[in-house]
């Protein structure tokens, strides 16, 4: 496969190190903003950026692990790959959740780890890790850079790698003495990657297939996953499901790849979706699986999952089709190119009327429900305060937890590429540093940020950027004084026995927005929550905003390990 990027000026006009050649590559890959915090073994890398003319924009974040959700949230809203820079031993070591969470959740990424020089590589030098075995797992594709002549070739196939195909992070590691070396190099890139070539287009039988068995189906589903959103697929999504009028359930990553206000909307699925959502996967004839994992948090017991359907899936990654379900009509394509070539046949159905009457009850008898309190503030209904107050047109973040779900069941989302949160991995500490990505992905862009108080307070130090760059991102913490998701399975599991998930002691977060030059309130009850919400979007600035919500509110409904999608608790009051 050759590269769609070709240049092919010699460097020859002026002497240059190793690294300055790589700032000018990164400029050649149209990088706008590159998130990173310096150390030894990248200092000629950083030496470089100091004194180098590059177009893009270097953020320091306050931690690397900041730097690599910040590159999650950037990706994750423009479609371009998030760009990293670290330095060796504890610098790299720091990116390893960032680069699992990536990995998971499919967002390109571009990482640059600095590595002690070539000559002590293995003498258990000073800062000093195996960054190429320790990443091997959890990388679509690394390098070590070897020889200063090979890095315009791995830039450019590192770039590629990440953002074709299911997209993923590709890290490069980068000696010392490569970035300090004087390069004779010429940057004529016409590199071949017979081992990698990702299969776009349908096989025309599949498709045929596919059709065929959804002009016999009585009780059709659609799940959508991310992959509808990485292919840009929302459109023909739309188009193919309104014209055959097929119910769609979405997964987590997948929310807003189908609009969540259109009538054939049923919600999120699995551990904590809808029970309408639930049960038309479980009832179904014909599953058609989009662009998305059959992962545990949707499936449940795989016995019960599905048990009537007969499944297609619809994956550009082959690895996903049949490893979790088996899969009687398997499509290994691009879920855009999918959609076109099936709206190209016309299907004749048969009445789903009774289908669709079934789901009309059970969206009407089992909707989503919420306890209020005059104590505190019912997290679901704020969930929805967010919601009217900004069109539902913002982007959010979520952090990792209970408040993750209530934004998932209680924020409809009508647009793609609004949404950021860690789904495979579940990393705490994403939600906030994401949104900076995200905000400066798309800076015209409302950013509401979502956290509860123990994922906020893993990675808060980067508060420093809302206040050094003025990023009006809004930051809004659900505090229960708990990690209220450990807190709830403990409550259902564990007979109560709350082990170290209860915070007798909290920071007051309105002084330490302050501490940082920003500004800060705290809102305890629901009949200020209307106030403070219009005061909190229409501030020309960031905002860290600490509402107490109802300490031992459960997220419902929910699928208890082991039980079928079907075996949910909490679907009425």
Not at 8 to 30: N, R
Not at 370 to 393: V, Y
């Amino acid at each position: 496969m050759k590269a769609d990027v070709k240049t092919s000026q010699p460097i020859v006009d002026k002497q240059i190190t190793g690294a300055d050649l790589l700032v000018e590559l990164l400029t050649d890959m149209k990088v706008d903003t590159i998130f990173g915090y310096p150390g030894g073994a990248v200092l000629p890398i950083y030496d470089a950026l100091y004194r180098g003319e590059q177009t893009f924009e270097h953020i320091l974040t306050r931690h690397e692990q900041g730097a690599i959700f910040a590159a999650e949230g950037y990706a994750r809203v423009t479609g371009k790959p998030g760009v990293v820079i670290a330095t060796s031993g504890p610098g790299a070591t720091n990116l390893i959740t960032g680069i699992t969470d990536a990995m998971m959740d499919s967002l390109p990424l571009v990482i640059f780890t600095g590595q002690v020089g070539s000559h002590v590589i293995g003498t258990d030098a000073f800062q000093e890790s195996d960054v190429l075995g320790i990443t091997t797992p959890i990388t679509k594709y690394n390098y070590q850079v070897e020889n200063i002549a090979d890095l315009p070739r791995i830039v450019h196939e590192a770039f590629h790698i990440a953002t074709t195909g299911r997209p993923g992070p590709v890290v490069v590691d980068v000696p010392k003495d490569i970035a300090e070396a004087i390069p004779d190099v010429n940057r004529d890139i016409n590199f071949e990657l017979p081992g990698y070539q990702p299969t776009t287009k349908p096989n025309p039988l599949q498709i045929i297939r596919l059709a065929e068995a959804l002009g016999k189906a009585k009780r059709p589903v659609v799940l959508a996953g991310a992959g509808v959103l990485f292919s840009d697929a929302t459109a023909e999504l739309k188009q193919f499901v309104e014209k055959y009028e097929l119910p769609v359930v979405n997964t987590l990553l997948g929310l807003g790849s189908f609009p969540g206000s259109n009538p054939l909307a049923l919600g999120m699925g699995g551990m904590h979706g809808s029970y309408t959502a639930n049960m038309a996967i479980y009832d179904s004839d014909l599953l058609i699986n989009i662009g998305a994992r059959f992962d545990d948090r949707l499936t449940g017991n795989l016995q019960h999952f599905a048990p009537m359907a007969k499944v297609a899936h619809i994956d550009i990654d082959p690895a996903e089709i049949g490893k979790n379900v088996p899969t009687e009509i398997p499509v290994v394509a691009d879920a855009k190119k999918a959609l076109e070539a099936l709206l190209t046949h016309e299907i004749s159905m048969p009445d789903h009327g009774s289908w669709k009457e079934t789901i009309r009850e059970n969206q009407e008898t089992y909707p989503l429900w919420n306890n209020q309190s005059d104590e505190a503030i019912a997290p679901q209904w704020l969930i929805k305060k967010i919601h009217e107050h900004t069109n539902g047109d913002a982007i959010v973040t979520t952090d990792v937890g209970q408040h993750q779900m209530w934004a998932a069941q209680y924020y409809t989302l009508d647009k793609p590429n609004n949404w950021v949160t860690s789904g495979g991995l579940g990393s705490m500490g994403f939600g906030f540093p994401s949104a900076i990505g995200a905000q400066f992905g798309r800076p015209d862009d409302l950013v509401v940020s979502i956290s509860g108080d123990g994922g906020f307070q893993m990675n808060m130090q980067e508060l420093m950027l809302l206040k050094q760059f003025n990023l009006p991102v809004k930051v809004i913490i659900l505090n229960n004084s708990a990690l209220g998701m450990v807190r709830q399975w403990q409550e259902t599991f564990y007979d109560e026995r709350y082990s170290e998930s209860l915070f007798d002691v909290n920071p007051d977060f309105v002084k330490m927005a302050e501490s940082y030059g920003i500004r800060g309130m705290k809102v305890e009850k629901e009949a200020d929550v209307e106030a403070a919400l219009q005061d909190i979007l229409s501030y020309d600035g960031p905002v860290l905003a600490d509402f107490r919500i109802i300490k031992k509110e459960k997220v419902y409904p929910m699928i208890a390990p082991g039980k079928g999608i079907h075996q949910m608790v909490g679907v009425t009051k």
